[in-house]
Each structure stands twice: as C-alpha cells, then as structure tokens.
C-alpha cells in the first residue's frame, strides 16, 4: 500500500539505499549486497503520521483517569528521559511523525532536534510549540490555569496584534515549525464558563505573519462558525471543528465550501471525542457527522487524535483514529491515505514523506493482515522502519 489511495500492490519489493527508497514495485531488485527483510504474508505502508499531538500531555490509557500528585510521578520520571514512553509508544505503533499541536517551548524543539541529530530514537517530530491564545483563553484559562510553568512555557496570550506578530517572529527564529492558534471560547471542562476569545483581526494577523514568516499556521476552532472565521482568515488547518457545548452540531454547507476551495485541511480528533463519551455521550456522533460532510464534500482529511489527553495515547490513538475515520464513511484506503499522503502535505513535507515512492524518505510499517480490508489490521505491527532504519523488529517473534 504506497499510501496514494490506490489498491495495494501484490509482491512488490522496495528497496532502500541509506535512509531513501530508491527502488519500488513487484519488478524492483537491488544490486550488489543488501539486508533483507522477508516481509510475505505482510503489508507494508508508510509511516503514519498523527498530525495532532501534545507529546508532553500525559499517556495513559484510561479516559476516566484523573490528576493526583503521585499519578505525576511517572510524567517527571518521562519527562527526565526525554519522553521516552512517548517515543517508544509512537513507533512501536508504527507511527513515524507526529506533528505537536502546542508543547513547551523551547523544550519540544531541543526534542525534535535530538531526535533529528540521531542522539535518541523517537518519531519526527514538527513542532508549533506555544499554543497563542487570549489572555484567560484556552488552555492557559482552562487545563493549564493552575500550573504557572505550563502556562509561561506553553502558551503566548495576546490581545494586540503588533504583540502576536512579533511573537510569531520570535518563535520562528527559536525553530518552531508552525503556529498553533485557538479560536473559540468553548470551554469543554465547564461549559457553563465560556472563557476569552482571540479577536478575528489578531487570529488574521498571526496567521498573515506566520505566513510571512514561511510556516503554517494550525487553528483549533469548536462550533462551525469559529471554523468558517479562521477558514476564510486563512488557516491551513482546522482542528477538531466541533467540541461539546456547541451551538450548532451540525456542519454547515457553506464551511465545506469554503475549506474545499481554499485548500484547508479537516483535523477532526475523532479520538478525543471518542475519550470524551462518558463526560459528552453526543459528541463523537457529531464529530463523525462532520467527517461525513467534509468528505463527501471533498476536503482534505489528515490524521490527527490529540494525544496527551487522558485516554488518548501517543501511538496507541492513531488507530483508533483509522477506525473511527472508516465508521465516518472512508474507505480504510481512504483512512489510511488521510495518516500518510494527506497528513505529509499537511504539514508541508509531501515531497519527502507520506507515500512509498522513488526518492522519498524511507518511513514504512509492515503489518499481519490486509489493511485495505479490515483498517484494525495496522494494529498488528511487525516492522517499523525510519530514515531506513529499523526501529522496531518483530519479524523473528
């Protein structure tokens, strides 16, 4: 499965030379001496890509799960190892990037960096950094309001507009790699407490600046009309589109339009909605209904599952994503192309990542069983291979 929405291709071989594929297809061979790796009775496909990730939210299983100060203990104990459940978690999944939707900053770039420098093995990492919002908005009003490191380190609070640009500038210069903005004032932890709202003049100059500056710009939104705002101020994503507390579950026509004309891509977190279904039994059928719309519509779908909630975990989320995408209406192709060749565009490297193709990055996953048939078959991973290494290897279990 090359990860192009095409059907898969029987008996193929891929061949790789250092971290590129330089050969594909049943007539592809090498030359000269090569490694093999005997993958018959598998699947192979391309590293997934979750392009909606909090690498340093919390990872357990659990979505009823709440805080206590020895429940902290194991996220220092991660947090000293570099979050290395986090990466393990992401490839043994067979998830090869994640892009963060908002960690601390500069922390998550040194990550990326080390990662990228070959010192710790993880998945790579594209990072917005610091989530902007308004002053009391969220996350810095909300989850994070009690914990004065995370709101400083993770957040930018702006309410001047000539104040975001020169942040933005800032960021980029300290590497980040996009911009994360939220627009809404749903508050999902109390909805009876809307909390600030950025002005749509400050969320159209982050997004112009970010622009400006040669990176995307990511926008969380919760109710169709914050999502059609930030569409037509220029958002190169929508995140989550609907959240609990919601005026309107429904996803409007003129919204569908709008993204498909311009080119937004639809980052739906159908497993944070899925977490959330004891809190807010109604909100994963509404999140699904908005897939189906979007996608009969024609926009562009990228995988994205907002780990680091609790019961959203790193690695473990991306396929119950695929899942949930195929209980929306995709084809598990059609799933699976939104976790690889969409999401590689998404996040502006579809020249490199995303599909297994002469030239691109050698990101493959092989699985047991036929993913074009049944999408829970991605769980079964057995090879996981980065930059044309082998990260995890479980041929010979």
């Given at each position: 499965?090359?990860?192009?929405?095409?059907?898969?291709?029987?008996?193929?071989?891929?061949?790789?030379?250092?971290?590129?594929?330089?050969?594909?297809?049943?007539?592809?061979?090498?030359?000269?001496?090569?490694?093999?790796?005997?993958?018959?009775?598998?699947?192979?496909?391309?590293?997934?890509?979750?392009?909606?990730?909090?690498?340093?939210?919390?990872?357990?299983?659990?979505?009823?799960?709440?805080?206590?100060?020895?429940?902290?203990?194991?996220?220092?104990?991660?947090?000293?190892?570099?979050?290395?459940?986090?990466?393990?978690?992401?490839?043994?999944?067979?998830?090869?990037?994640?892009?963060?939707?908002?960690?601390?900053?500069?922390?998550?770039?040194?990550?990326?960096?080390?990662?990228?420098?070959?010192?710790?093995?993880?998945?790579?990492?594209?990072?917005?950094?610091?989530?902007?919002?308004?002053?009391?908005?969220?996350?810095?009003?909300?989850?994070?309001?009690?914990?004065?490191?995370?709101?400083?380190?993770?957040?930018?609070?702006?309410?001047?507009?000539?104040?975001?640009?020169?942040?933005?500038?800032?960021?980029?210069?300290?590497?980040?790699?996009?911009?994360?903005?939220?627009?809404?004032?749903?508050?999902?932890?109390?909805?009876?407490?809307?909390?600030?709202?950025?002005?749509?003049?400050?969320?159209?100059?982050?997004?112009?600046?970010?622009?400006?500056?040669?990176?995307?710009?990511?926008?969380?939104?919760?109710?169709?009309?914050?999502?059609?705002?930030?569409?037509?101020?220029?958002?190169?994503?929508?995140?989550?589109g609907i959240l609990p507390g919601s005026p309107s579950a429904k996803c409007p026509p003129e919204l569908v339009?709008?993204?498909?004309?311009?080119?937004?891509?639809?980052?739906?977190?159908?497993?944070?909605?899925?977490?959330?279904?004891?809190?807010?039994?109604?909100?994963?059928?509404?999140?699904?209904?908005?897939?189906?719309?979007?996608?009969?519509?024609?926009?562009?779908?990228?995988?994205?599952?907002?780990?680091?909630?609790?019961?959203?975990?790193?690695?473990?989320?991306?396929?119950?994503?695929?899942?949930?995408?195929?209980?929306?209406?995709?084809?598990?192709?059609?799933?699976?192309?939104?976790?690889?060749?969409?999401?590689?565009?998404?996040?502006?490297?579809?020249?490199?990542?995303?599909?297994?193709?002469?030239?691109?990055?050698?990101?493959?996953?092989?699985?047991?069983?036929?993913?074009?048939?049944?999408?829970?078959?991605?769980?079964?991973?057995?090879?996981?291979?980065?930059?044309?290494?082998a990260a995890v290897n479980r041929l010979s279990q």
């Amino acid at each position: 499965m090359d990860g192009t929405g095409v059907a898969p291709v029987d008996d193929a071989t891929v061949v790789l030379d250092g971290p590129c594929i330089v050969a594909v297809g049943p007539d592809a061979h090498c030359r000269g001496e090569a490694h093999v790796f005997d993958l018959r009775g598998l699947t192979l496909f391309p590293g997934l890509i979750d392009v909606h990730v909090h690498f340093g939210g919390f990872a357990v299983d659990d979505p009823e799960w709440t805080f206590t100060y020895w429940s902290i203990l194991p996220f220092f104990w991660d947090y000293a190892r570099d979050f290395r459940k986090r990466r393990t978690l992401a490839l043994q999944n067979g998830v090869t990037t994640v892009r963060s939707a908002g960690d601390n900053f500069p922390q998550i770039v040194e990550l990326r960096d080390r990662i990228n420098a070959g010192r710790v093995m993880g998945p790579r990492i594209i990072s917005a950094g610091p989530i902007f919002t308004a002053p009391g908005g969220h996350p810095a009003g909300t989850i994070y309001k009690s914990n004065r490191y995370v709101v400083q380190h993770a957040t930018r609070q702006v309410d001047v507009a000539s104040d975001a640009r020169a942040e933005v500038r800032r960021l980029v210069g300290g590497g980040v790699d996009l911009i994360k903005a939220v627009y809404g004032d749903v508050n999902p932890f109390d909805l009876g407490r809307p909390v600030p709202k950025l002005d749509l003049p400050i969320l159209r100059a982050l997004i112009e600046e970010a622009h400006q500056q040669g990176v995307r710009c990511m926008v969380h939104v919760g109710t169709s009309g914050d999502a059609l705002d930030a569409t037509r101020a220029g958002a190169d994503s929508i995140e989550h589109g609907i959240l609990p507390g919601s005026p309107s579950a429904k996803c409007p026509p003129e919204l569908v339009t709008a993204m498909r004309d311009r080119g937004t891509y639809f980052v739906p977190t159908l497993t944070a909605a899925w977490a959330m279904k004891r809190t807010y039994p109604d909100a994963l059928a509404h999140a699904m209904s908005w897939v189906r719309e979007m996608h009969q519509g024609g926009v562009r779908i990228a995988l994205g599952t907002d780990a680091g909630a609790p019961g959203v975990v790193v690695g473990k989320a991306a396929h119950v994503e695929l899942s949930l995408l195929v209980r929306s209406g995709l084809s598990p192709l059609e799933a699976i192309t939104a976790a690889t060749r969409n999401a590689a565009g998404l996040i502006g490297r579809a020249t490199d990542l995303g599909t297994i193709e002469v030239g691109k990055l050698a990101d493959l996953v092989a699985v047991e069983g036929d993913p074009s048939a049944d999408v829970d078959a991605t769980k079964r991973v057995r090879l996981v291979i980065k930059d044309g290494v082998a990260a995890v290897n479980r041929l010979s279990q």
